[in-house]
């Protein structure tokens, strides 16, 4: 299978939007529920956002909801994680990752079975 690829992090001021992408190959995602997860420096992993195969189903970790929005382009083999309103404390290294389990939607780690590389996301006060 071929990897996750995230993109679309950078550096960005507090209260302003980006919007992270997460491609793939169609049989690495396909029928997949796709999470978003950060990481930043001296903490554990944290859960931000996951999306069902079809869309139809999301969950959103309490420090992101109201402001991010997960969602996919099932044609493009593609989740996005739109941001918006940032916050210094969103400043962390973002993965992708893939999860075989949709009922319910999983919020910990060892539900995922496929992670990109990550991109960093720096929010500046």
């Known amino acids: 299978q071929e990897p996750l690829v995230e993109s679309g992090g950078g550096l960005v001021q507090a209260g302003g939007s980006l919007r992270l992408s997460c491609s793939a190959s169609k049989s690495t995602v396909s029928t997949y529920a796709m999470g978003w997860f950060r990481q930043a420096p001296g903490k554990e992993r944290e859960f931000v956002a996951v999306?069902?195969?079809?869309?139809?189903?999301?969950l959103y970790g309490d420090s992101v909801k109201g402001r991010f929005t997960i969602s996919r382009d099932n044609a493009e083999n593609a989740v996005f994680l739109q941001m918006n309103n940032l916050r210094s404390e969103d400043t962390a290294v973002y993965y992708c990752a893939r999860s075989p389990f949709s009922s319910p939607l999983q919020r910990t780690e060892p539900a995922y079975d496929l992670w990109g590389q990550g991109t960093q996301v720096t929010v500046s006060s």
């Open positions: 999306i069902n195969w079809s869309g139809s189903n999301t």
